[in-house]
């Protein structure tokens, strides 16, 4: 990638950063996703086009709140990949305005500072809370029911 990107003269762009960082990061988020998806019953599509709801309202009232927790977890997962990849950050991301990761790397590489103690302080502390966050919205979710026609048990 980076001698195609040196000969492209496209290295230090922060718009190609991204879309580097988007191709390793949607594969990922969108397997999330579509599971999650996979998860919501059918027949709740049916059943609502067939009492007049149209797709984005369908969209809107019962599939978006069915896989919303995933959708969370995709985007922390896009997070965590894209904080995650320091080489592609020093390599081909800007170096007028560099990323905290390839900084924080240069500071490894440089000196030993308190303030990236302090910086990966915060990011425990941050992931933690976030973890919590995202446990206690499942806790706090409602139970998801099942249909199940009359007569029938389990």
């Not at 894209?82 to 991301?93: K, L, N, P, Y």
Request: with cysteine.
């Amino acid at each position: 990638m980076f001698s195609l990107l040196l000969h492209a003269h496209l290295l230090g762009n922060q718009w190609v950063l991204g879309v580097i960082h988007a191709c390793l990061a949607v594969p990922l988020t969108m397997i999330v996703i579509l599971n999650a998806a996979d998860t919501v019953d059918p027949l709740l599509w049916t059943a609502a086009s067939t009492l007049g709801a149209r797709w984005w309202l369908i969209l809107r009232a019962i599939v978006l709140p069915s896989i919303a927790l995933s959708i969370v977890v995709a985007f922390v997962l896009a997070f965590v990949v894209s904080w995650d990849e320091v080489t592609f950050a020093v390599f081909v991301g800007p170096t007028a305005t560099p990323t905290l990761p390839s900084r924080m790397f240069s500071y490894l590489k440089e000196l030993i500072n308190p303030s990236l103690t302090a910086i990966a302080t915060l990011l425990v502390v941050v992931t933690i809370v976030a973890g919590g966050l995202v446990w206690l919205l499942k806790r706090l979710a409602p139970a998801r029911r099942t249909y199940r026609p009359a007569g029938v048990e389990q």
